[in-house]
């Protein structure tokens, strides 16, 4: 089986976190996600994520610790997913990946509406808003 790195985004603004819905199509179209992508050879994964984050979105972001180290398979391939946290003074464009954005309180957010792999990411957040404001 065939082992891969990916990488989401966890961009916050208070208790909102920024979701980006992906086109349809595909096997996560119309499902919201944490933005990222896929890890390059030699690319380390801030790097990634911080590459992803400009061509999808056109986001010049800062990438902060990471919160989250999950695994998931998709196909034949098994996949390390890491949520960073991330901070930018950007404003999010539409590039042919998502066709809405939004800031959602965490509270607010339904587990259903989320690509499956990034699901789990919604308890690191919590726990790391919760840490964050002791």
């Not at 980006?20 to 790097?47: D, L, T």
Request: glycine content about 8%.
């Amino acid at each position: 089986m065939k082992q891969r790195i990916t990488t989401a985004a966890i961009w916050l603004d208070s208790t909102k976190i920024f979701l980006a819905k992906r086109i349809g199509g595909g096997s996560v179209g119309g499902f919201w996600e944490f933005p990222g992508g896929k890890v390059r050879f030699m690319e380390s994964p801030e790097a990634a994520l911080k590459r992803e984050l400009y061509e999808e979105l056109g986001i010049v972001a800062e990438i902060g610790p990471c919160i989250y180290s999950g695994l998931f398979k998709n196909k034949d391939t098994q996949y390390r997913l890491l949520a960073f946290i991330v901070d930018s003074d950007s404003t999010p464009e539409k590039r042919g990946f998502h066709d809405a954005f939004e800031w959602i309180d965490v509270e607010n957010i339904d587990e259903d509406m989320l690509v499956p792999s990034d699901r789990p990411i919604l308890s690191a957040i919590r726990e790391y808003l919760k840490n964050i404001s002791k």
